[in-house]
């Protein structure tokens, strides 16, 4: 059974930083492209999740805009884990961030960790 696990939200204080972890587990991890989402308050009820950030199976990175410079992805494939590194923390990254693994076309989720920034 494939599953990947997120954990490393929480509350944070803009301009601090937060690193968020997804374990993958029941699968071959260094096959999949990775990514992670996040779905915020401000998005109407539906609306498809975010891009944050991508890591293809050869390494090579993607960012949305508004992260670009702030967050940083990476991945071991020996730990079979995903993380993405997020520094500068503004109010409008809190959302819930979930983990994303593709692989011919699949997609699969984990459950998402909550991130809060705010004073």
């Known amino acids: 059974q494939v599953q990947f696990v997120e954990s490393g939200g929480g509350l944070v204080q803009p301009g601090g930083s937060l690193r968020l972890s997804c374990a993958a587990s029941g699968t071959i991890f260094s096959f999949y492209s990775m990514g992670w989402y996040r779905q915020g308050y401000r998005q109407a009820p539906g609306k498809q999740r975010e891009l944050v950030a991508g890591i293809t199976r050869g390494g090579i990175t993607n960012y949305a805009d508004s992260v670009e410079g702030r967050f940083t992805i990476s991945r071991d494939n020996a730990e079979n884990t995903v993380y993405l590194e997020m520094n500068s923390l503004k109010p409008e990254d809190t959302a819930v961030y979930y983990c994303?693994?593709?692989?011919?076309?699949?997609?699969?989720w984990g459950k998402g960790t909550l991130v809060t920034v705010s004073s």
């Open positions: 994303n693994g593709a692989i011919n076309g699949v997609d699969y």
